[in-house]
């Protein structure tokens, strides 16, 4: 079992930046591949990014590409998704999400998942 816990959401102008955090807790962190997705509101939840075990590899949806970075510290089981150049299109409550096995974009996929997180971009 692993536990997930979201920090670091709230209101920002556009242009702006962000830094999310996944704090978790429970089995090792190290073990399992990490994503973060989103919900906007009126609209499905959506992938954003993921990282391999080792923080060795990611992938980006395209929307985020070159603006979001995410990564990971093993020795203190947490995630974090970096957000540059925010805009008022990526408000949305994020989430952290984790699973045992390779890094995917499928949340389907994914069998932990945290509270989320309010991120909120004005224009």
Request: glycine share 14%.
């Amino acid at each position: 079992q692993v536990h997930l816990v979201e920090s670091g959401g709230g209101l920002v102008q556009a242009g702006g930046s962000l830094r999310l955090s996944c704090a978790a807790s429970g089995r090792t962190f190290s073990a399992y591949a990490m994503g973060w997705f989103r919900r906007a509101p009126g609209k499905e939840r959506e992938f954003v990014a993921t990282i391999s075990w080792d923080g060795g590899s990611t992938f980006y949806a395209d929307s985020v590409k070159g603006r979001f970075t995410i990564s990971r510290d093993n020795a203190k089981s947490t995630g974090y998704l970096q957000m540059n150049s925010l805009k008022p299109e990526d408000t949305a409550v994020y989430y952290c999400a984790a699973r045992r096995g390779s890094y995917t974009r499928n949340q389907y996929d994914y069998g932990y998942w945290g509270q989320g997180t309010q991120v909120t971009v004005s224009s």
